[in-house]
């Protein structure tokens, strides 16, 4: 009897790269470094228990399974009753109510104190980790409350709910729930950023309410209790809140016409709405309705920025854990000289996002009593939010790349990053509305280049690339032709000095220096992973 051949196993799994998760998502030393500087120490426990939750499997399972299975649009019931509902994924909720009990869709409204709006964006910053679609809801009613005190009725009815640290899912009257989720209605589809041009109507009742008639294009969680919305009276555009449901207990009505297939954020409904006679109430003077709600706006692009670099901070975790587990040509990828380049280029763009986000955060804490730091948040958030955003799409696709064709497969979670990262860049206005705000901001409020010039020079001398950075943009604001042709230039330049200012100042000397020498001193390549000889990537690499 002859003997059968043996063969070595074809199953044995090697050189494959052990599971990130669980890992602790605030272990993150620009995070907690900008925390404490920034006048949050008092809130990095709580942000350390946070960031557990973020990393742990849990959350991350519940991420998974929130895209996975998106949500779904019930118009009617079965009984052909017009109902409205969207039905999520049960983790939907869960995601939802850690959130909203650490208080990241209003703690520093509830409790103002000093530091509270960068707790805030350090915690929003670390779960977004775990799933980013439901942190839309969230960000748009920390930013309603603002808009909303433009009516100190409605204000005092509904802050209190809005502000409240409960969770309370489902279609009832305001006043009846423990919580409120708050929306924004503004785009239209013959309109788009352009929302002077919307043709939703407003008509004034005996009650003091309005009847309002429309259709908006992209109103993001339309589950939500409440939306601030704008529409077109005699006075002109103003800005109106409407309740899901009414006071007296019936339908609202809003109807919910389709959810919107998209690239990323999919576990987030969007959707298309009508106004079939909806009634609203007043929020601010007629006319003045853009003034009014762009007050929420700016508050959803600080989380546009601070959403950007929580993608950036995701995806590098797992680019450098991928290469310190991963062996090619005879080496771990980490230990080879061009993946760390890649590496610590990744890293360097990274945290000159988060280091930005947190000096934000602080300006708008100080803002209201500040002056100085009212005028530097004004034009820093637009220019931020222009370059962040925008670097957001390239950095995640070069760290999927580190993964080769694992990282092009959905297991993991590396697409759902990429597919993610474009949004930030166009919610609330794409990069070209943004650039042309810069400019808006500097020509009508000069005080904000004053306090721009301040900021930076405060690191003036530390590095000679920044000070001539810094000389080339004064250049560029003083040459006033062609100034919206180059407003993109202009306002790229402006963020990386502000970046490279920061850096200089509280960053790591090794992470300063390469974004020095790279970002502003033209010693750089067009793709990530191409800086000079003499950065050193074993400290920035060490930072991760």
């Known amino acids: 009897m002859t003997e059968s051949p ?19 998502a605030a272990d993150d030393t620009a995070l907690l470094e900008g ?44 009984y052909g009753h017009r109902i409205d509902e969207v039905e999520f994924h049960p983790h939907w909720h869960d995601l939802m109510t850690v959130a909203v009990e650490h208080g990241m869709h209003a703690a520093p409204w509830r409790d103002p104190r000093a530091g509270a709006h960068v707790a805030r964006a350090a915690k929003f910053y670390v779960w977004g980790q775990a799933e980013a679609g439901h942190m ?9 409350i603002p808009a909303l005190r433009h009516n100190p009725e409605l204000a005092a009815t509904y802050e209190p709910l809005l502000t409240a640290p409960h969770y309370d899912f489902g279609l009832r009257e305001p006043s009846t729930k423990r919580g409120l989720i708050a929306g924004m209605s503004m785009t239209e589809k013959q309109g788009g950023s352009d929302v002077r041009a919307n043709t939703t109507t407003a008509t004034p009742q005996a009650d003091g ?62 959707s298309e709405i009508e106004y079939e006679g909806a009634t609203g109430w007043l929020v601010g003077a007629e006319g003045r309705g853009v003034n009014t709600i762009i007050e929420m706006v700016n508050m ?19 680019a450098v854990h991928h290469a310190r587990h991963r062996k090619a ?21 990274s945290e000159a996002a988060t280091t930005m986000m947190m000096r934000l955060a602080g300006a708008t804490d100080r803002a209201t009593t500040d002056p100085q730091e009212a005028a530097l948040r004004r034009i820093a958030l637009a220019v931020t939010k222009y370059w962040v955003c925008k670097r957001a799409p390239a950095h995640a696709a070069e760290a ?42 500097m020509g009508k409020q000069p005080e904000t280049v004053d306090a721009f010039f301040a900021e930076v020079r405060l690191a003036e001398g530390a590095d000679s690339r920044l000070d001539d950075a810094l000389a080339r943009v004064g ?50 390549g067009i793709a990530l992973g191409t800086m000079p000889p003499g950065v050193d990537t074993a400290a920035i690499l060490a930072r991760v």
Request: charged share 25%; net charge neutral; glycine share 8%.
């Open 209 to 270: 309410s309005y009847r309002i008639v429309g259709h908006k294009w992209f109103t993001s969680a339309p589950m939500s209790d409440m939306f601030l919305t704008l529409a077109q009276t005699a006075g002109g555009v103003s800005c109106f809140l409407l309740p899901r449901v009414l006071p007296d207990g019936s339908r609202n009505r809003i109807r919910i016409q389709r959810l919107k297939d998209k690239l990323g954020n999919k576990s987030n409904a969007s």
């Open 136 to 144: 839309c809801p969230i960000s748009m009613t920390y930013a309603v």
């Open 300 to 318: 959803t692009r600080l989380d546009c920025v601070i959403g950007s670099a929580t993608g950036m901070r995701a995806a590098t975790l797992r």
């Open 400 to 441: 999927l790349e580190c993964l080769g064709g694992n990282g092009y497969a959905e297991e993991s979670g590396m697409p759902r990053l990429y597919r993610e990262a474009p949004l930030m860049s166009i919610w609330e206005g794409s990069g070209n509305v943004a650039a042309l705000d810069a400019l808006r901001a």
């Open 35 to 78: 925390l404490r500087r920034e006048g949050a120490a008092w809130a990095e426990d709580e942000v350390r228990e946070i960031g557990a939750l973020a990393g742990g499997t849990r959350a991350q399972e519940w991420g998974r399974l929130v895209n996975e299975y998106p949500p779904v649009l019930h118009t009617h019931d079965r």
């Open 329 to 349: 040509f005879g080496a771990l990828l980490v230990d080879q000289p061009l993946m760390r380049n890649v590496l610590a280029d990744l890293i360097v763009e």
């Open 475 to 524: 250049k560029e604001l003083a040459d006033l032709e062609n100034i919206e042709y180059r407003a993109r230039r202009i306002v790229e330049l402006m963020a990386l000095v502000l970046q490279g200012a920061q850096l200089v100042r509280h960053g790591h000397p090794a992470v300063a220096d390469a974004f020095c020498a790279t970002r502003l001193g033209d010693d750089w």
């Open 6 to 24: 043996t063969f070595p196993g074809t199953h044995e799994v090697f050189n494959q790269v052990p599971d990130l998760v669980p890992y602790q």
